[in-house]
């Protein structure tokens, strides 16, 4: 059943044509009427079955205007450096000791990193952490030596791209309470990261076969993307 507030809203997508994300913030925000701070989204489908291959993406993003999550970022390193990876922001540090708690089942935790000499002991951890998203990949920059570039990119905000089997693929661009140019400029970062993917991979045509924009709990509009994705 359709709630009043949604029968409110503007005209759903099928009945207007693909914009610009530049004009569709501000209509976006505006639909935006729940009393709590809704997350603005993008939802895209790539043409992942290609004739010889199939494409799978799985990256990350740092967005210049924050995710506007708090994340609870744990750390997984020698002894030596777990001053350093304190001092970076780590909410949890910890080696051998906490990756006994971590195969007990005791996660408290959002993202996980590791040093590459502390990884072959996570990576038996594989039953444990991959269905949550939360092993470690060198690819994710999750498995550095560089904890402090790390622990900082998690925590002012990362977004992971990565394409179901169908090739459609989630992301959140921010909040309601973000500013327009925040919200543009994670867009563009994403975009960016799509289009280097795009040159990383061999692609018969467009990359991106559709793509759309919506709050939590407003309606979805058609994105107009440039021919470059």
């Known amino acids: 059943m359709t709630s009043k507030r949604y029968k409110k809203l503007p005209e759903k997508t099928s009945e207007i044509s693909a914009e610009g994300i530049e004009k569709l913030i501000p209509l976006i925000k505006k639909n935006c009427t729940t009393k709590f701070d809704e997350s603005i989204d993008l939802s895209l489908q790539i043409n992942n079955k290609q004739k010889k ?3 799978n993406i799985r990256t990350v993003v740092n967005l210049p205007g924050g995710s506007g999550k708090k994340v609870k970022v744990a750390v997984v390193c020698e002894e030596t450096k777990s001053a350093d990876a304190k001092s970076a922001g780590a909410d949890i540090v910890g080696n051998d000791d906490f990756i006994e708690k971590i195969k007990n089942g005791e996660i408290n935790f959002e993202k996980l990193i590791c040093t590459p000499s502390m990884m072959i002991k996570l990576s038996k951890l594989g039953k444990v952490l991959g269905p949550k998203g939360l092993m470690p990949n060198p690819k994710l920059g999750s498995v550095t030596e560089d904890l402090k570039t790390a622990i900082t990119d998690a925590k002012s905000g990362q977004a992971e791209i990565r394409n179901d089997k169908d ?13 327009d140019d925040k919200l543009i400029k994670n867009y563009n970062a994403i975009i960016e990261t799509l289009e280097k993917e ?10 991106v076969k559709s793509s759309f924009i919506t709050s939590t709990m407003g309606v979805s509009y058609k994105l107009k993307l440039g021919k470059s994705i």
């Open 198 to 207: 795009k040159s990383n991979n061999t692609v018969k045509g467009e990359l």
């Open 53 to 55: 291959s199939e494409i």
């Open 167 to 179: 090739g459609n693929i989630g992301v959140s661009i921010g909040k309601k309470s973000f500013a």
